[in-house]
């Protein structure tokens, strides 16, 4: 059974940095295209990151571009998004989702077939 678990949210100040974890067991992230998704209240769940499985192509929100970066442990079987400069309006709850449907690297999140339950980011001072 495939599990999927994001850690390493909580609540920091703005122009601080977090860093989130997605671990899963029942599969290897190197032969899954692996997004981060976000939502925050009264919105639509949005794509923030994602990376290929064979890490060739990697896409940021325009949102994120600069502060966050998405990577990969193959050898801890971990993807990490380390988020900079951190701003209130990146409150939400931040999702990792992995799928290898070989698509091409997806944005949507209904291409993406496994699912953690998500891990809350609050910026505010």
């Known amino acids: 059974q495939v599990q999927v678990v994001e850690s390493g949210g909580g609540l920091v100040q703005p122009g601080g940095s977090l860093r989130l974890s997605c671990a899963a067991s029942?599969?290897?992230?190197?032969?899954?295209?692996v997004g981060w998704f976000r939502q925050a209240p009264g919105q639509e769940r949005q794509s923030v990151a994602a990376?290929?499985?064979?890490?060739?192509?990697?896409y940021y929100a325009d949102s994120v571009k600069g502060r966050f970066t998405i990577s990969r442990d193959n050898a801890e079987n971990t993807v990490s998004l380390q988020m900079n400069s951190l701003k209130p309006e990146d409150t939400a709850v931040y999702y990792c989702?992995?799928?290898?449907?070989?698509?091409?690297?997806?944005?949507?999140?209904?291409?993406?077939?496994?699912w953690g339950k998500g891990t809350q980011v609050t910026v505010s001072s």
């Open positions: 989702a992995a799928q290898n449907r070989r698509l091409g690297l997806s944005l949507r999140d209904r291409d993406y077939d496994y």
């Open positions: 029942g599969l290897t992230f190197s032969s899954y295209d």
């Open positions: 990376n290929s499985w064979n890490i060739a192509n990697t």
